[in-house]
């Protein structure tokens, strides 16, 4: 009898852990922000705004518009750095007069998430070999 009350409790004990990890692992993968400039998503323009970045599996995120409607996701690699963040943040880069979410970091976390530039067709076009180019093109008889 001892011993049954013992693994219930046990038994207990784990399921109770491990819910507290999975709501904490849940509300640490949304990030609610305010955006004050136009910005590149994956391979799209938002306006500035209200947003919610899900990550509802890892290296993927979805963002979401402020009625919580999603409005584009995209594929991400991780990334680690030497300590934790102290602040959550988004890190953008700015080329030809344009921000581009690059990358996603959660406060007290060393790893976070850095998203795939989307190319953009002009470069594939470019990079097309002349073999590429030939069967595409098709040839005489």
Request: aromatic content about 8%.
């Amino acid at each position: 009898m001892k011993h049954l009350i013992t693994r219930t409790l046990t038994a207990l004990t784990l399921v109770v852990v491990g819910l507290a990890m999975a709501a904490r692992a849940q509300s640490a993968s949304v990030i609610k922000v305010n955006i004050p400039f136009e910005f590149n998503f994956g391979k799209q323009t938002f306006p500035a705004g209200e947003y919610t970045l899900a990550q509802p599996r890892q290296h993927f995120l979805v963002l979401r518009d402020s009625r919580g409607q999603a409005i584009a996701q995209a594929f991400t690699g991780g990334i680690d750095s030497a300590t934790p963040v102290t602040a959550t943040k988004l890190k953008f880069d700015y080329s030809e007069g344009q921000h581009r979410l690059t990358e996603v970091w959660q406060q007290q976390d060393s790893s976070g998430e850095r998203l795939y530039q989307a190319k953009s067709r002009t470069n594939f076009a470019k990079q097309r070999s002349t073999e590429a180019r030939e069967t595409a093109e098709g040839s005489r008889p």
